[in-house]
């Protein structure tokens, strides 16, 4: 079965610096996505960023950006320019096709004004 | 992107009685809703997968007969807590794909079930 493994509880960052969440996966496939999902004070949880394992080329939108390193089964997320907006919990999730997606620990992000 | 609602947000209700919490998808067909469970600081569990006109999966551990689940059309599932009881206080989040966007789930907003 797949595994989502985020190793980072909690991390923090002052406002308008850069931080960035770690995430592992296990799989046997080739085949995947991976996804970065927020979920604000609200609950609602919001898709941050996607990545398509067959492509190299690292996701990318706006502020956040991925380090996709499909060998060592990692997935990262970066946050340039950090702002107030973006504390909230942060999901790392694997999903196959129209299966469902597996979700990660979690990690807590704090912004530091 | 597509839209999920789910109702209601927040219910409370009596030890014993059961609960209904509706999921929609509002401008798309969902043929496969999700329903998670989330604890308090804890991540999201998926509990069942609603398939439209046919029976619900569970997944391991999950009641069946406890949490209901119904897909009778392309935008609506519910989950039926039934008999519920303060151990069964948790959030509650639907989810559904459209087909569009390979393996990307969209989301409700949550319910918040609390049982006094």
């Known amino acids: 079965a797949q595994t989502v493994t985020q190793s980072q509880p909690e991390m923090s960052v002052q406002e308008a610096e850069t931080v960035t969440l770690s995430c592992t996966y296990d799989?046997?496939?080739?085949?995947?996505?991976l996804f970065w999902y927020k979920q604000p004070p609200s609950r609602q949880m919001i898709l941050v960023i996607r990545?398509?394992?067959?492509?190299?080329q690292n996701a990318t939108e706006n502020r956040f950006s991925v380090n996709f390193q499909k060998a060592a089964k990692s997935f990262s997320l970066k946050i340039s320019d950090s702002q107030l907006g973006d504390a909230a919990m942060y999901f790392c999730?694997?999903?196959?096709?129209?299966?469902?997606?597996?979700f990660g620990q979690g990690t807590r992000l704090t912004i530091n004004p | 992107g597509a839209v999920v609602s789910q109702h209601p947000s927040r219910v409370i209700c009596k030890s014993g009685t059961s609960v209904k919490i509706e999921c929609r998808s509002l401008?798309?067909?969902?043929?496969?809703m999700f329903w998670y469970r989330q604890f308090p600081k804890q991540s999201l569990m998926l509990m069942a997968t609603?398939?439209?006109?046919?029976?619900?999966?569970?997944e391991q551990g999950v009641e069946k007969d406890k949490f209901l689940i119904n897909h009778a059309s392309l935008t609506l599932s519910t989950l039926t807590v039934t008999s519920a009881h303060p151990e069964d206080s948790s959030f509650y989040i639907c989810?559904?794909?459209?087909?569009?966007?390979?393996?990307?789930?969209?989301f409700g907003e949550g319910s918040r079930l609390t049982v006094l």
């Open positions: 989810s559904a794909r459209t087909g569009s966007e390979p393996g990307e789930l969209f």
């Open positions: 401008d798309f067909q969902a043929t496969t």
């Open positions: 999730a694997y999903g196959q096709g129209a299966q469902k997606l597996v």
């Open positions: 609603s398939n439209e006109g046919s029976k619900a999966t569970y």
């Open positions: 990545q398509e394992a067959y492509k190299q």
């Open positions: 799989t046997s496939e080739s085949d995947y996505y």
